[in-house]
């Protein structure tokens, strides 16, 4: 039995965005104990197949059109599925289609956020979705984030996939109230990936303050804002220990010039007067393992604080705005934390360096917190992918 799985993944121009390479790695894993194969949609299909053991095929064409060629695209294309529209032999989606000959269903992993800012994503999964059901194969929505910022048309599209959806779930609660608001319903869990290796640690950055930051800073000035978090990090490397970087989504080899995640790291540290060392960038397992492992977690990302929760690591998170907030809440939520900092809390420097320290001071209370909550979080975990399996059984 295999289902057919789409998340964010492929590696190209050598970048690897650990999150949603994360996720689809999770489902697979999942997935796979309970005897269900998984077919990966990827953007590098060879890259993918090679990184996971699976087979996979290519995305289905929308990226670079506009909303209207994206309509057109999406009716093409579940046509095609339907049997009433052919495809040109050289279609990328040609390679769906032939896998929804024989899948037993589709998984929509967690790797896309379904808002407006990325409307590939929404016309690619919800399009996906109406293909499979042209079929008659069960849908599943896995670990998703849903907006909040959602255009009419676009909130119409997801809101259609949830609805038909065989199962729903939602990583924090903004999002299934979402769900539940176009009358469907969802599951809250934690993210897919947050026992992705477990129980696994490193030694890399044991003792340290673990920073792993994004460039998104939602219009704000950059040079301000890298400004402020040197110095913050300054402080952080006087009152808590050694700042280590670690890029999430960065280059795999030694690129000549950093890209990514990396050239923020690499102007911050540059800001900074205290020194620092960074982390390659690697894979998922040594991610979550190198996040596990930290004194403290700094992060504008999501995963190394999906990583890093469930170990007992006190985690400062950096929102820039409604949809990070929400992300970056629920993420810390779920395990009894709260330290999320608006960016505009780092103009007052001692303000955010003492909500570091702070922080760091409460190891033991929120080690405490996330063991209380580690079984129940594992179980309902375990429940949702076994009711994944048995849909994709029936």
Known sequence: MAVLAIGDIGVVS?????????MFEAARDELAARGVDVVGVSS???????????????????VGLDRDAAERRAARLVAAAGGEADLAD???????????????????AGGGNLASRWPVHIYER????????????????????????LEPADAARVAELVRT???????????AALVRAW??????????????????????????????LSGWFAHRPADEVEQRIAAVLDRAVRDVGPVVFHAHFGPLGSAAEPSGDTALHERIRARMSEPSRVEPTGDSLGAAALARSARLLVTGRYHP???????????????????????????????????VLDLDDLADAGA???????????????????????????????????????TFSR
Not at 14 to 20: E, L, Q, T, V
Not at 90 to 108: K, T
Request: aromatic fraction near 6%.
């Open 14 to 22: 050598d970048m690897m965005h650990i999150g949603d390479e994360a």
């Open 44 to 62: 590098a299909p060879e890259e993918s197949a090679a990184r996971y053991g699976v087979r996979t095929v290519p995305r289905l064409g929308f």
């Open 90 to 108: 050289d279609d990328p989606a040609r390679g769906v289609l032939g896998e929804l000959d024989a899948a037993s269903g589709l998984l929509n």
């Open 126 to 149: 919800s399009t996906l979705a109406a293909m499979a059901r042209a079929r008659g194969l069960p849908v599943v929505v896995s670990g998703q984030t849903f907006g909040p910022d």
């Open 165 to 175: 959806a065989a199962l729903t779930s939602t990583r924090e609660s903004d999002s």
């Open 183 to 212: 009358g469907a319903e969802a599951v809250v869990t934690v993210d897919d990936a947050s026992f992705l290796g477990w129980p696994s640690r490193s030694t890399d950055a044991a003792g340290s303050v673990l920073v792993s």
């Open 305 to 339: 604080a999906v990583f890093a929760a469930p170990a007992g690591v006190p985690i400062v998170a950096l929102a820039a705005d409604d949809y990070t907030r929400i992300k970056l809440g629920g993420a810390l939520g779920h395990w009894g934390q709260d330290t």
């Open 352 to 390: 955010a360096a003492g909500a570091l320290s702070r922080a760091a001071g409460s190891r033991e209370t929120v080690s405490a917190r996330a063991a209380e909550r580690f079984d129940a979080h594992r179980a309902t975990a375990s429940r949702w992918w076994d009711a994944v399996a048995r």
